[in-house]
């Protein structure tokens, strides 16, 4: 079993940008992102593999940036230009599917003005 704890949320105004972390208490080969928003199903965002391929969802291309440190099991969310429709609480689990079991509390981010 992993346990991941995810950090960094905040709220930002719209064209800003935060640093997402999250810890994993173990290593995994590929670690992802996910967010849900209000009234909305869970949704993929970005996933990295130990070899540090990536692959974003489309609504996150370009703006966006997942990286990850194999010594710390810790992977990264950068988020640039943030817009109000990012607002989500943010989870990191194993990727490109998620394990159930492994989904942790997730952190806030809200982009308003």
């Known amino acids: 079993q992993v346990r991941f704890v995810e950090s960094g949320g905040d709220l930002v105004q719209p064209g800003g940008s935060l640093r997402l972390s999250c810890a994993a208490s173990?290593?995994?080969?590929?670690m992802a992102w996910y967010r849900q928003a209000p009234g909305k199903q869970r949704e993929f965002v970005a996933v990295?593999?130990?070899?540090?391929?990536?692959k974003y969802a489309d609504s996150v291309k370009g703006r966006f940036t997942i990286s990850r440190d194999n010594a710390k099991n810790t992977v990264y969310l950068q988020m640039n230009s943030l817009k109000p429709e990012d607002t989500a609480v943010y989870y990191c689990?194993?990727?490109?599917?998620?394990?159930?079991?492994?989904w942790g509390q997730g952190t806030q981010v809200t982009v308003s003005s």
């Open positions: 689990n194993t990727g490109p599917i998620p394990t159930a079991a492994y």
């Open positions: 990295i593999t130990g070899g540090g391929s990536t």
């Open positions: 173990g290593s995994t080969y590929a």
